[in-house]
């Protein structure tokens, strides 16, 4: 009785704390609190990761980039069908600690592999670190958000989705202060030991949360969320081909992947360009996550929930894709590596506060087994596909005789096409959100 009440208490007083910055209602504080973790941890673990990927990928040669996405794309398509049989046969708090885990395993063998590799043979365990790193990266992130839009409905999603995207904001710059402070006393191998027992961390929260989690069942869903769910192993492929909805926001994702590569290649030539050595340019890359992830906290805490209650999804998704079309109409008129820098901030600002957050709004108004079969195969193999697509295209318009403002020209049209499917798919949202507000009371 005295641990239940004081658990109440502690509810309580995170209830107060909350109500301060989001539109939080008492019976949600716990689930909120455990996905906050869950996120935090694991953003935490990646951005220790990430500049380490990003050196090791410029050590091979920015000539090798498409190659290095190419190699992505592919694991991404092995990977697929496995975590949708995962799926399947599992509940989700135990395809959760068994994807997690296997990523652990991976890590430690990099760690053996990094400790006795000659300096040739350095470079390709690197670019099989930038490979694993990125199909890591997705994987991971799109469980999380499958497990959460699992539990929170749509309505939940846009009070409380800005406030996770907060969490893993605040695990990025964590990150990559841990990394920037700390490469160059450590290493890189004991940062993936810190790595690994964030992840660790993040399979305790996501069970907790799944404990926690049956306060809340969206409209309509009478299936146990504790059940494997079934089903194909390609059924994320089919369903999203199927779908023009699911389309719709493949082609969102898609769009969005190519013009981020685009901007990703010039930011990796000017790290190459600038500076040769290689923790240097790790400090580099974990630098820029930092800046980054600082401006967009502000955003995510205090922005996020409001905005998106007040302009609806619909014009929330079409920012960025807006603000992609002047950012590269500015590059194509004034190719200066200051302007390049100031439109790759706000873009991933964009996106971090903006668009991320309401994007995962998108899945609540999906069927349980799309939320993590068509999901992962759009948030995975459909995203890297794009970098696929931007890699070559962009090493082709290089090999024409583009610059970067040729590059930039060709861009503005690709995101004047994404803002009107950005609006489209808002417009789909809020009327399947509608149809099933009107079915619930019917019900009732």
């Given amino acids: 009785m005295a641990s239940d009440l004081s658990v109440g208490q502690a509810d309580g007083v995170l209830y107060r704390v909350l109500r301060r910055v989001i539109d939080i209602r008492p ?21 220790v990761l990430r500049p380490i990927r990003d050196e090791l990928g410029v050590a091979g040669g ?20 496995l975590f949708a049989y995962a799926v399947r046969r599992w509940p989700r708090e ?27 043979q350095h470079v390709w365990i690197g670019r099989a ?15 999380f958000w499958s497990f959460i839009v699992d539990v929170f409905d749509s309505e939940q999603g846009k009070r409380l989705f800005g406030f996770l995207a907060a969490g893993a904001t605040l695990g990025g710059i964590a990150g990559s202060a841990l990394t920037s402070g700390l490469v160059t006393l450590v290493g890189q191998n004991w940062l993936l030991v810190a790595s690994i027992v964030l992840l660790e961390v993040a399979v305790f929260a996501a069970r907790r949360l799944s404990l ?16 494997p769910l079934g089903g194909g ?17 493949a082609g969102f994702i898609l769009l969005y992947s190519i013009t981020s590569t685009v901007l990703y290649f010039q930011q990796a030539s000017i790290a190459e360009a600038n500076f040769p050595n290689r923790a240097a340019r790790t400090a580099f890359f974990a630098n820029i996550d ?21 302009l609806g999804v619909a014009v929330m998704l079409t920012i960025l894709p807006a603000l992609s079309i002047f950012g590269f109409a500015a590059l194509a008129t004034w190719p200066a590596v200051a302007v390049f820098v100031v439109v790759q901030v706000a873009r991933r600002v964009s996106n971090f506060a903006l668009a991320r957050p309401t994007r995962e709004v998108l899945f609540t108004a999906v069927p349980r087994e799309d939320r993590y079969k068509a999901k992962n195969f759009i948030d995975t193999v459909v995203y890297r596909g ?11 318009l290089l090999a024409v005789g583009l610059s970067l403002t040729g590059i930039a020209a060709v861009a503005v049209p690709i995101c004047i096409a994404w803002a009107g499917l950005s609006f489209w798919l808002g417009r789909q949202q809020q009327a399947q959100e509608a149809a099933a507000v009107r079915l619930a009371a019917a019900g009732n």
């Fill in 94 to 120: 135990s395809f959760i600690a068994i994807a997690y885990r296997f990523f652990m395993v991976n890590l430690l063998v990099f760690m053996a592999l990094l400790m006795v590799a000659t300096p040739e």
């Fill in 386 to 396: 794009g970098d696929q697509v931007a890699a070559w295209s962009y090493a082709g």
């Fill in 129 to 143: 670190f930038f490979i694993w790193t990125s199909v890591f990266n997705l994987f991971v992130v799109s469980v």
């Fill in 290 to 310: 930092l800046w980054v992830n600082v401006l967009t906290l502000g955003l995510q805490l205090f922005l996020t929930g409001r905005l998106t209650a007040w």
């Fill in 212 to 227: 926690v989690s049956d306060a809340f069942r969206h409209v309509g869903v009478t299936d146990d969320p504790h059940r």
């Fill in 233 to 249: 192993i390609f059924a994320g492929m089919t369903h999203t081909l199927r779908s023009p909805y699911l389309l719709g926001i």
């Fill in 62 to 81: 920015v000539r090798n980039l498409p190659w290095l996405f190419t190699g992505t794309l592919l694991a991404m398509l092995a990977a697929n069908p």
């Fill in 27 to 47: 019976a949600e504080v716990r689930a909120l609190a455990w996905s906050w973790l869950y996120v935090f941890a694991l953003f935490l673990a990646y951005y």
